[in-house]
């Protein structure tokens, strides 16, 4: 086992966690990520080879779904980003390279973003803030790729009153401080 | 203005980056005889119609996918919309085919 | 001072009682009450002076189309210029000051101007301040923006907050009178998404201004009943203190919510204002009407008002201009003024109506057939003298005169695309014609429906049909009866032969002004407004712009419609630059993006630099360096001499996968890349179709499927964009994939004669990193510190034996201290973007300032490697003639003669001899460093057809400063030309 400590996004040796009027903002770490892109007229083979072996069935576009420990957001066409806790499936990129094989181009992108979870009563308010999705019609278990604070993030609806934001990790300091101003500004 | 994503449905075109004429898609063979005028042609001479126009729009704040857009440059009214990719293996089949 | 002018009733609180300043003094007025209300209320009717002349001015209006009464609110970084008193919500400790004038409001200097007025008629600044030329900037224009102008600016840092925000909605109905109340009610009850905006911070428009009733409700009831059942729908969303400002495409507007503008300062952390962007499905226009005023001989005395303004003050606001108010008017509309004044106990000694049969009022006299011809009173009305029907003139003593020229129907936001109003010639106004805006529609006053009743049923009607489009079926809902009484008016513009009767009062244009902008053949609509500035300003022409087109239209002998038409472009009413701004000011401009590293480099205490949107570090200053050249010196020393660290995660990552990757790579770059090994990594050049250099980096064959390719920095976003362009547009049969992976590793550069030491320290052992095994340009996959996947590049940008490795970014932290602990032995240096920019250049290694969208391959001495063997980007035309002349440019380096000198980029190159200029231009220098290294100045630069120049003397000038400096053409690797260090 290697020595190297860890720091999250936001520079920290453990998740920051903040609330704030009915707003809670974590920084969630958990969390492994590897992209997976069909090879050219593997989709269907590739899809199969998910659901059969972690019963994953990929969403349409603008969706995302959970196959506990798994989820899988629809990134492109013919692309999407699987999840899985980090802890448990620090190689997660290696695992879906090897049950994908050759029916997929797979990338580790575990740490290409930061995570964070927005819950409370007021998410709405504090999204239509931030972002052009369309929160309030947003159902549980869509997921946008839009823009907030000038950054390409997901926005995923996990629950009426729960939303994941993935973004680029290396301005998580950013998004998180327009997160923050926003829960200030309604709470 | 508001761009209907052929996946995605509507979505503003803040989200998008322009490029310009679709002609871009039907790059010209590097080998043919004429080449040079040829890609000169592709490159340089673009048209600006005040009306109709299919152009290349990138969904850079989404999901990455270049499409093509006709859109109406007087009214900003947009008459379709299709994935680039499906428009260049189009034209790539009828190259094959000629 | 007592509130004299206040009356009975009205929709204030009284139990709240507000002070507040205006230019120094204290006045009390009550919560609901606006700054111009409460003004009134306490017998102020100065309020301001004019743009122009700094004639003595008050209110006109009692909303936001307000020309005069404009204001500087609040102190500090807070000032607000231009504020109209009529918008501004009262507050307890509100402090307005009056605005261009000196001394004081009463006492103004520079109301000499209005004694020269025959001097400063429309055109003036144009004829006057033509010549001398060089006079505009340093005198003419200093003085003229002193003498005429409106609030100013307190040049302090705005200290609130602006949120920007998002809204969806079926229905956004703009303007909450009875044609959006109606609107609302038929849309909410029917379960569609509506939002209402309203501007005032009421709700109600004219129903909450005139005394009128609504079956046997007054109109103030019915709104309040309406407002308490919408508030109750959750899918209706009211939005007071809104001002839609733009209609933009495809049913996009734009909103300013003034969150906090009625407080003395925002609670910490809210938002003063949010700019909402609202994306309607449909927009239903019910802005109502703006009155216009008629123009007659000193017409701008304040005290002189729009006869619906004085009713707003009365009915809605308890409060009358004054004790003594004279009616003027052209329509029967205008009558319920003095009936409302009059059941106030206000005097109203006549009405004046234009008309010869005019109906009578109960109470008062009406001159029928009449006109006023002057007006008097230096700060304030005085008196009216009016030509009656038989000729003679009458004066009538009053303090308040209540005008009245007809409505205009209020439809700016139907012109902010491509809609153009149409004359209606049964309401003698213009309406809403043709090419509105997708999805938009208009009702009520707006549209021309000027009764309650009209526009009640209208608004209605709207909501019902702009659902249907949607699939959503409403009724209309169930409204009172209201006053029907036809529209009863006869055009009246203006009163023939004054001498100065003002259309325009906020930039002081005139009839007269009007007819020598004829007169000198400005008759166009477009050229009447530039000539005579005439409709611009805060307020837009809002009560002006279809007066004057009338005057003209008269002067022309042409119809109004014939002569033009009033069109409006966004914004509605001005918008705060700090409201469109929102968050992003200051360091919040754009977000900041950390390198892996950074918290690490904090510590070291690095100096930071902005690359696009990363902060990098530039240098690692240490104790007693007091220059940053002392430390670069340093880190490029240390570094060719042992080893250092760089960060260089900002260099773009793109995995490239798939049975075509090298095909698709081949196509990318301009050389090969097909037959590059597995474990190994090859430069690149990308060329734009056009032949020049674009962007350069390194690909690196992990699997025969699959590279990881870097960009420069700047470049990381613009040739993925590219990439995907070649894969889904140019190459859509490849089987290729594209992900960006530049964040999700941690990557350092270790350069050095002892990287590989370091290295060895790091990397586990079970991977061999000796020369043999893992020569230059090689690639793998290692483990580093006990088992954590890395990879591992040997590359070199310095021109030392290096390497580049990368760790998953959550543990880069952890791997540049690991890194510096490991090097301790070899007195490892981290070192920044300096040290890094003056090792490449000692390297003669090409970066922006080369590749700079203007050279070629050719150019940067790469001309080899575009391939004619296979199609890429750029082939084709990179092989035009004039690209390939023998005297193109050619990258060199440069030294000067005299080791002294320095040499600075940007300079041009001349020949030894001969005169400096463009036909001698030899070339430029773009990169320049001192080489601690060679102990010497060093720039790199292209020289034309310098491919053998070498040893060549130039001169290298800087005309600006006068200087030149004598330089020698050489190698451009300065350090290790032949590479030995690379392959050690």
Not at chain 3, 86 to 98: F, I, N, R
Not at chain 3, 445 to 465: F, I, Q, W
Not at chain 3, 524 to 542: C, F, I, N, P, W
Not at chain 3, 805 to 826: K, N, Q, S, W
Request: aromatic share 8%.
């Amino acid at each position: 086992m290697h020595n190297l400590k860890a720091i999250t996004p936001l520079r920290g040796v453990t998740p920051r966690l903040d609330h704030i009027g009915t707003i809670s903002i974590t920084e969630v770490v958990d969390q492994a990520l590897a992209s997976v892109a069909a090879r050219k007229g593997q989709s269907a083979v590739m899809q199969q080879a998910l659901a059969d072996h972690i019963g994953l069935h990929l969403p349409e576009p603008g969706h995302a779904v959970i196959a506990a420990p798994f989820g899988a957001i629809w990134m492109g066409p013919d692309q999407w980003m699987i999840t899985a806790p980090h802890d448990s499936h620090e190689l997660l990129a290696s695992e879906v390279k090897e049950i994908a094989g050759r029916s997929a181009s797979v990338v580790e992108q575990t740490d290409g973003w930061c995570r964070f979870d927005v819950a409370g009563v007021g998410l709405c308010d504090l999204f239509e803030r931030l972002s052009n999705a369309p929160v309030r019609t947003m159902a549980p278990g869509s997921a946008i790729r839009t823009t907030m604070e000038h950054l390409g993030v997901f926005l995923w609806r996990l629950a009426d009153d729960h939303m994941a934001i993935l973004a680029p990790r290396s301005a998580a300091g950013s998004l998180h401080h327009g997160l923050v101003a926003a829960a200030r500004s309604i709470a | 203005m508001i761009i209907d994503h052929p996946l995605l449905g509507p979505r503003d075109a803040q989200e998008f980056t322009y490029l310009g004429d679709a002609s871009l898609i039907n790059r010209p063979d590097w080998q043919c005889e004429n080449a040079l005028s040829e890609f000169h042609d592709y490159l340089y001479l673009r048209d600006n119609p005040a009306g109709e126009h299919r152009e290349l729009w990138y969904h850079e704040q989404g999901d990455r996918s270049w499409l093509v857009v006709t859109r109406n440059t007087v009214t900003h009214e947009i008459l379709s919309v299709e994935l680039a990719h499906d428009v260049a293996k189009a034209v790539t089949a009828g190259r094959s085919a000629k | 001072m007592t509130q004299v002018n206040r009356l009975n009733g009205g929709l204030i609180d009284r139990s709240t009682s507000l002070n507040f300043r205006f230019d120094g003094k204290t006045y009390s007025g009550f919560q609901g009450d606006t700054l111009a209300s409460a003004l009134l209320a306490n017998g102020v009717r100065l309020m301001g002076r004019s743009f122009k002349y700094h004639r003595p001015r008050g209110v006109l209006t009692a909303g936001s189309e307000e020309p005069n009464a404009l204001v500087e609110l609040r102190s500090g970084g807070r000032q607000e210029p231009n504020t109209r008193a009529t918008v501004a919500e009262l507050y307890d400790g509100l402090d307005a000051s009056s605005q261009n004038r000196w001394p004081s409001l009463e006492r103004d200097f520079m109301a000499i101007n209005d004694r020269f007025s025959n001097f400063l008629t429309a055109g003036f600044y144009y004829k006057t301040f033509m010549w001398p030329k060089a006079f505009w900037e340093k005198l003419y224009e200093p003085i003229i923006r002193k003498a005429a102008g409106l609030g100013s600016l307190t040049g302090e840092d705005d200290p609130d907050l602006y949120d920007k925000g998002f809204l969806h909605c079926d229905l956004l109905i703009i303007g909450s009178g009875p044609a959006g109340l109606a609107a609302a009610l038929t849309a909410g009850r029917a379960g569609a998404q509506v939002i209402l905006a309203e501007e005032d911070f009421e709700l109600g428009g004219r129903l909450i201004a005139e005394s009128c009733t609504l079956a046997e409700n007054s109109g103030a009831d019915w709104v309040m009943q309406t407002q308490a059942e919408l508030a109750g729908m959750s899918n209706v969303r009211l939005m007071p203190r809104t001002t839609v400002f733009g209609a933009y495409d495809h049913g996009i507007y734009g909103a300013v919510e003034r969150n906090t503008d009625h407080l003395a300062e925002p609670a910490p952390g809210k938002p003063r204002q949010t700019l909402w962007r609202i994306y309607s499905k449909r927009a239903l226009i019910a802005t109502g009407a703006i009155e216009r005023p008629i123009a007659f001989e000193n017409n701008d005395r304040p005290g002189i008002m729009l006869a619906g303004a004085v009713r707003a003050y009365v009915n809605r606001w308890a409060t009358t201009p004054a004790q003594s108010v004279v009616v003027f008017a052209n329509n029967d509309d205008t009558h319920q003024t003095a009936r409302d004044l009059m059941a106030q106990g206000v005097k109203v000694p006549a009405i004046i109506d234009t008309r010869p049969d005019a109906p009578d009022v109960e109470g008062t006299e009406v001159l029928k057939g009449a006109e006023i011809i002057n007006t008097s009173g230096r700060l304030g009305l005085s008196a009216v003298r009016v030509r009656v029907a038989k000729g003679y003139t009458r004066d009538l003593f009053c303090e308040a005169l209540a005008m009245s020229g007809g409505w205009n129907p209020n439809l700016g936001l139907t012109c902010h695309q491509r809609g153009r109003p149409v004359w209606n010639a049964d309401i003698h106004a213009f309406v809403p014609g043709e090419g509105l805006p997708v999805g938009q529609i208009v009702a009520g006053a707006a549209k021309g429906e000027l009764t309650t009743d009209a526009a009640l049923r209208g608004g209605a009607a709207a909501a019902v049909s702009a659902l249907a489009d949607l699939g959503i079926t409403a009724t209309p809902a169930d409204l009172p009866a209201a006053q029907d009484a036809p529209v009863s008016l006869s055009p009246f513009w203006h009163v023939k032969d004054a001498k100065r009767a003002w259309l325009d009062f906020q930039n002081d244009v005139t009839v007269k002004d009007v007819k020598l902008a004829h007169q000198e053949n400005f008759t166009s609509v477009e050229h009447l407004k530039r000539y005579t500035t005439l409709g611009m300003a805060t307020d837009q022409g809002k009560t002006s712009n279809v007066g004057a087109l009338a005057v003209m239209a008269e002067l022309t002998g042409k119809s109004i419609p014939e002569t033009g038409t009033t069109i409006f472009r966004p914004p509605y009413t001005p918008v705060a630059m700090g409201a469109l701004a929102g968050r992003a000011t200051g360091k919040d401009f754009h977000p900041t993006r950390l390198t892996p590293s950074h918290k690490w480099a904090e510590d070291q205490g690095a100096v930071f630099v902005e690359v696009g949107n990363w902060m990098r570090a530039q240098w690692f200053p240490r104790k007693g360096e007091t220059h940053w050249r002392q430390s670069v010196d340093r880190e490029v020393l240390q570094t060719r001499n042992s080893v250092g660290v760089c960060d260089v995660t900002t260099l773009g990552k793109i995995d490239v996968q798939g049975a075509d990757a090298a095909d698709f790579l081949n196509f990318v770059y301009a050389n090969g890349f097909a037959k590059l090994p597995v474990g190994k990594v090859r430069y690149g050049l990308m060329l734009r179709e056009d032949g020049v250099a674009y962007d350069d980096g390194t690909a690196a064959r992990f699997a025969e499927d699959h590279f990881v390719v870097t960009t420069t920095t700047a470049n990381a976003v613009l040739v993925y964009r590219n990439m995907e362009f070649v894969r889904q547009c140019l190459c859509p049969n490849m089987d290729v994939q594209l992900i960006s992976t530049t964040e999700a590793w941690a990557q350092y550069a270790v350069a050095g004669p002892n990287s590989r030491k370091l290295l060895q320290k790091i990397v586990d052992p079970e991977f061999d990193i000796s020369n043999e095994a893992f020569p230059f340009m090689a690639c793998g996959e290692v483990t580093v510190c006990g088992g954590l996947r890395a990879r591992l590049f040997r590359i070199s940008f310095s021109g030392e034996l290096a390497y580049e490795i990368a760790v998953p970014t959550r543990y880069g932290d952890a791997m540049m201290r690991a890194l510096m602990e490991a090097g301790e032995e070899f007195d490892v240096v981290p070192y920044g973007t300096e040290a890094l920019g003056v090792m490449r250049i000692e390297k003669g290694h090409a970066t922006g300032n080369e590749i700079n969208g203007t050279t070629t391959a050719l150019n940067l001495g790469l001309g080899r490697m575009v391939s004619d063997k296979k199609d890429c980007i750029g082939n084709v035309l990179s092989r035009r003639e004039g690209m390939n002349a023998p005297d193109v440019l050619a990258l060199v380096g440069l030294k000067p003669v005299d080791a002294k000198d320095t040499l600075l980029a940007g300079g041009h190159l001349m020949n030894k001899t001969g005169p400096v200029d463009v036909a001698n231009d030899q070339g430029y220098v773009t990169s320049a460093a001192y080489s601690p290294t060679l102990q010497s100045s060093i720039a790199l630069g292209f020289v034309k057809g310098g491919f053998d120049r070498n040893g060549e003397q130039l001169r290298l000038v800087n005309p600006l400063e006068d200087k030149e400096i004598l330089v020698e053409i050489v190698s451009a690797h300065f350090v290790d030309p032949e590479g030995e260090r690379l392959r050690a």
